[in-house]
């Protein structure tokens, strides 16, 4: 059974960091992309940024690249978003997300993700 497993939200205050975790099991990755998702209040859920894991790159939405860094650990079987420079507007729901043979095309794609995760909610708030 396959399990993906968030941690690390939590409270926040502007312009502070967060490091957010993904434990995977349950299958090998090795043909998947694993990434993160977000849902802010009112919103849709957006894709922040995704990584083959077995390499041949990391993707980011635009916007967003630059402050959010998606890296893993194969050794860990976990995921991680590093997130700079919070600000208010990256409050939400982080999901974590697994997709079988993406192309770069496609990893911003919700429907292209095979698992999901629960999600952990982060607050940026003074």
């Known amino acids: 059974q396959v399990q993906l497993v968030e941690s690390g939200g939590g409270l926040v205050q502007p312009g502070g960091s967060l490091r957010l975790s993904c434990a995977a099991s349950?299958?090998?990755?090795?043909?998947?992309?694993l990434g993160w998702f977000r849902q802010s209040p009112g919103k849709e859920r957006e894709w922040v940024g995704s990584?083959?894991?077995?390499?041949?790159?990391?993707f980011y939405a635009g916007s967003l690249k630059g402050r959010f860094t998606v890296s893993r650990d194969r050794a860990k079987s976990t995921l991680y978003l590093q997130m700079d420079r919070l600000g208010p507007e990256d409050t939400g729901v982080y999901y974590c997300a697994a997709g079988s043979g993406l192309i770069a095309g496609r990893m911003g794609l919700e429907d292209a993700y095979d698992y999901w995760g629960r999600g952990t909610q982060v607050t940026v708030s003074s």
């Open positions: 990584t083959r894991w077995s390499g041949g790159g990391t």
């Open positions: 349950g299958r090998s990755f090795a043909n998947h992309a």
